[in-house]
């Protein structure tokens, strides 16, 4: 943040603690990225039944929704602790566990179907 942003610089030690939440979140979405792109894209050589493209497409969409989201926590508590206000709510884990949970149910049921 530019040092013109409102309130005051908060102790260090939570802005890199806050920055490491970024990058653990940008990282989780990368892991996204690498399970969807050789499913959804086909692996040389290999036949994928047809359910293995919908759960990468999956994958890299959660990616696409959990990195920006991220960013925007990441300002969200930034200004907060400048402020001396209470931190907002993270929503990522509900959404990174649903997205989970129904990546989950259609590996589940595409396993029963083949």
């Known amino acids: 943040m530019a040092r013109d942003e409102p309130g005051y610089e908060p102790d260090y030690r939570f802005s890199l603690a ?3 939440t970024l990058l653990a979140w940008i990282r989780t979405a990368f892991g996204l990225i690498a399970l969807g792109v050789p499913l959804a894209g086909g692996i040389h050589g ?5 359910w293995h493209r919908e759960i ?7 990616s696409v929704v959990i990195a920006p ?7 969200r508590a930034q200004l907060a602790m400048r402020l001396g ?8 884990p509900v959404i990174l566990a649903t997205g989970v949970a129904v990546l989950f149910t259609i590996t589940l049921v595409s396993v029963v179907l083949t």
């Open 85 to 92: 206000v209470r931190l907002p709510r993270d929503p990522l």
């Open 69 to 75: 989201a991220a960013y925007r926590n990441w300002r």
């Open 46 to 50: 290999v036949t994928l039944p047809r």
């Open 18 to 20: 806050n920055e490491r």
């Open 56 to 62: 990468g497409l999956a994958a890299i969409a959660l």
